[in-house]
């Protein structure tokens, strides 16, 4: 299960398939440096996003892979 306390790198990393969900939500930085330090709260936070709403939809695209 995905928190929005893991690093955006440590979810792409174990759940590749997540990157498009990030994408989706305009987290493109997945492979800048920011992703191996910042946690997905923090991503969600600075550009924005609802981050319960990324949580949710990115626990879903795991669960369906």
């Known amino acids: 299960m995905i928190s ?3 690093t955006i ?4 990393q174990k759940y590749p398939e997540t990157r498009v969900t ?3 939500y305009g ?9 191996l330090f910042e946690n997905i709260e923090q991503g ?5 996003i609802d981050v319960n ?4 939809d990115l ?3 795991i669960q369906k892979s």
Not at 27 to 35: F, K, N, S
Not at 44 to 48: E, M, Q, S
């Open 59 to 61: 626990n879903k695209q």
């Open 22 to 24: 990030f994408e989706r």
């Open 4 to 6: 929005k306390q893991m």
């Open 9 to 12: 790198e440590e979810v792409v």
């Open 44 to 48: 969600a936070k600075v550009h924005g």
């Open 27 to 35: 987290l493109g930085c997945v492979g800048c440096g920011a992703a």
């Open 53 to 56: 709403a990324l949580i949710k």
